[in-house]
C-alpha cells in the first residue's frame, strides 16, 4: 500500500518514512503543503498522513481541496494541536482520523492499518482466501496451516491482492499502490514478484489462488 506523509518537520518525516517503510508500504514524503497537495491531487495514494501546521499551504486547505476533487483517500491528521475545535475542523472538512504529537509509533501503525480495511471493506484484521489467511497487522501468511515466510516487498504485493481479492488488478494498478512515485513501469520487477509470490504461495497446492488474466493483470482468488 502506498502512502503520502506530509510533514514539516524533516526528522519526524523521515522517521515516518523508515518505520512506515520497514512494515512493508511504500512511501513519498512531502515537506511543505504546496508539493503535498499537488501529490495528493496527482497520485493515486491509498492513505495520506497530514499534518496540519504546514509551510505554504496548511493541512485544513489540502484536505479542503482534495475532497471538493473528490478524491477519496483515507487521510489521517497529524499535529501538534490537542484543541476539541480543531479535531472537531478536521472531521467536518473531511478527515478520517486524527492523531496528537507526540504519539507512539504503534498506535499510528494501528490507525493506518484499521483506515486502510476500512478502505479494502475488509472488516477484520485477517483476510481470508480459501485456506490463505493474511494477517495484516502482524503481516504474517498461512496456507494450510503452514506459515509462509515473505519478504516485506513480497507481503506488500499480497496484501494488494488480499485488498483486492476477485477483482482484476493491472500492473499499473499494482506500480501505483504499492510502490513510489518514481518506479520505472517498463521494468519487469511486478512479474519477478508475481513468480517469487506463486512459488511460496501456490507451489505444492493443487488449488492455485495467484491467476494471470492475459493482457489485463492478476487476481487473488479461490475458485478457478
Known amino acids: 500500500m502506498r502512502i503520502l506523509v506530509v510533514e514539516d518537520e524533516k526528522a519526524l518525516a523521515n522517521n515516518l518514512k523508515k518505520g512506515l517503510s520497514e512494515e512493508g508500504y511504500s512511501v513519498d514524503v512531502a515537506y511543505d503543503g504546496e508539493e503535498g497537495g499537488f501529490m495528493a491531487e496527482t497520485e493515486p495514494y491509498d492513505l495520506i498522513i497530514l499534518d496540519i501546521m504546514l509551510p505554504k499551504v496548511d493541512g ?4 479542503k481541496n482534495i475532497r471538493k476533487q473528490k478524491i477519496k483517500t483515507p487521510v489521517l491528521m ?9 479535531k472537531i475542523k478536521g472531521l467536518d472538512t473531511g478527515a478520517d482520523d486524527y492523531i496528537t504529537k507526540p504519539f507512539d509509533f504503534d498506535e499510528l501503525l494501528a490507525r493506518v492499518r484499521a483506515l486502510l480495511r476500512r478502505k479494502g471493506e475488509v ?6 482466501i480459501g485456506d490463505l489467511e ?10 494450510g ?10 507481503y506488500a504485493l499480497l496484501e494488494y491482492l488480499a ?15 504499492i510502490y513510489e512515485y518514481d518506479f520505472d513501469l517498463d521494468s519487469n520487477i511486478i512479474d519477478v514478484y508475481i513468480n ?17 488474466v492475459r493482457g489485463a493483470g492478476y487476481i487473488l482468488k479461490s475458485d478457478q
Not at 497529524?78 to 480543531?86: C, G, I
Not at 495484516?136 to 496456507?143: D, E, F, I, K, P
Not at 485488498?163 to 499502490?177: D, F, M, P
Not at 517469487?196 to 494471470?212: A, M, Q
Open 196 to 212: 517469487f509470490l506463486r512459488n511460496k504461495v501456490d507451489k505444492g497446492f493443487e488449488k492455485k489462488l495467484i491467476h494471470t
Open 163 to 177: 485488498y483486492n481479492k476477485g477483482k482484476v488488478v493491472s500492473r499499473t494498478n499494482i506500480s501505483e499502490h
Open 60 to 63: 485544513f486547505t489540502i484536505l
Open 78 to 86: 497529524l499535529t501538534a494541536r490537542d484543541t476539541v475545535s480543531d
Open 134 to 143: 493474511i494477517n495484516t497487522a502482524g503481516h504474517q501468511v498461512r496456507r
Open 145 to 154: 496451516g503452514t506459515d509462509i515466510p515473505l519478504s516485506a516487498r513480497e
Open 123 to 128: 472488516k477484520t484484521a485477517i483476510i481470508t
